[in-house]
């Protein structure tokens, strides 16, 4: 008995390790074939499944302060099934990174044409790559439908409102920043700057000059991380392993610049679109190069040495967490959970 129970939590210990290293999947029925197709959960949520960890952090914010798990379908599937989410579901959640990105104007047209269910949107912001044409005007025109119909609208910031012609959205921070909660305790300095890039828009030869460009400036060792899970290096140990343990992060990706103020570590943002610049204007703690300067750059750490660090914002997705607890009819998350006015 003894050794049995020994062995069960040798066990139990291994699988809670490994689950820091692999990759993070949800229930996404988008991959289910249609015959096994069954809702585990009274709620969906509509995300993009590339296994860039800005499109998963946010989902995993959502869970946490909703405290349940709502089956989910990859929005990059054209064939979604709206007659089974109708019939089988109470609630929809569209929230997650890069949902407004035109290549999904497909998307939110059906939604808005064939989704009956209450709705929430929550932490979406706009996505425009630089040389993109933008949204069409049907597009911007259904995702405005889909805005005025939702029970409980949020956006990351002003420019996306403006963008869609929104009529008073909340505005508020990404989702991810609850999500970060967990790690607070694994902060600890190594001395070194973390540079964060993005693969699918930024060419390595580009991203080379950017690394050049750093280790000629930086006082501190580099590492650096393209922000994309694999099977045997998932969201959570690419969190706890690389950005918790830096003492500065610099990154042409969004959701890199979100985990380091989530985090409360200081950033410089090398935007490759606008949505970055937007987000280090409505939240700060971080500061622009924008790419064609990064080579005059002397010493990066005196850049972030002269950030102001400001309160991190968790209080309005925890605010708006509540709201959508209710509204899914969820008992009230316990207070000790989400700390309101977490500082850096």
């Not at 929550?122 to 049907?138: I, R």
């Not at 979100?258 to 703690?285: Q, T, W």
Request: net charge positive; with cysteine.
């Amino acid at each position: 008995m003894v050794a049995s129970a020994f062995v069960r939590d040798v066990k139990d210990s291994i699988g809670r390790t490994l689950s820091l290293y692999r990759r993070v999947r949800f229930y996404d029925l988008s991959s289910i074939p249609v015959e096994r197709r069954i809702a585990r959960s009274k709620v969906i949520q509509f995300y993009s499944a590339v296994n860039n960890i800005g499109n998963y952090t946010p989902v995993l914010g959502i869970r946490r302060l909703i405290e349940c798990e709502p089956d989910t379908w990859n929005i990059h599937d054209r064939s979604i099934d709206f007659d089974f989410i109708n019939k089988q579901y109470k609630h929809a959640i569209i929230g997650g990174g890069g949902l407004l990105h035109p290549v999904f104007e497909p998307f939110w047209q059906r939604f808005y044409r064939e989704c009956r269910l209450p709705t929430v949107v929550w932490g979406v912001g706009l996505c425009l790559p630089n040389g993109s044409d933008g949204w069409s005007s049907a597009g911007r025109e259904a995702v405005r439908g889909v805005m005025r119909r939702a029970d409980l609208a949020n956006v990351r910031d002003a420019w996306t409102a403006d963008y869609f012609g929104l009529d008073g959205p909340d505005i508020g921070p990404c989702p991810t920043i609850a999500y970060l909660l967990d790690f607070l305790p694994y902060k600890h300095s190594r001395g070194y700057c973390l540079f964060s890039w993005h693969d699918q828009i930024v060419s390595w030869a580009q991203a080379k000059r950017f690394l050049t460009a750093l280790q000629g400036a930086c006082r501190y060792k580099i590492r650096s991380t393209n922000n994309r899970q694999y099977p045997w290096r998932g969201v959570h140990r690419i969190v706890r392993r690389w950005y918790c343990t830096a003492d500065m992060v610099v990154s042409t990706r969004l959701h890199g610049a979100i985990i380091a103020y989530g985090l409360g570590i200081p950033y410089v943002a090398i935007p490759v679109d606008n949505k970055l610049r937007e987000f280090c204007r409505s939240y700060g703690n971080g500061i622009v190069v924008e790419p064609d300067d990064i080579d005059q750059i002397r010493h990066v750490e005196d850049l972030a040495a002269a950030t102001r660090m400001g309160q991190i914002r968790i209080d309005d997705v925890v605010r708006f967490g509540t709201k959508v607890r209710q509204w899914i009819g969820q008992a009230p998350a316990s207070h000790n959970r989400f700390p309101i006015g977490l500082a850096k």
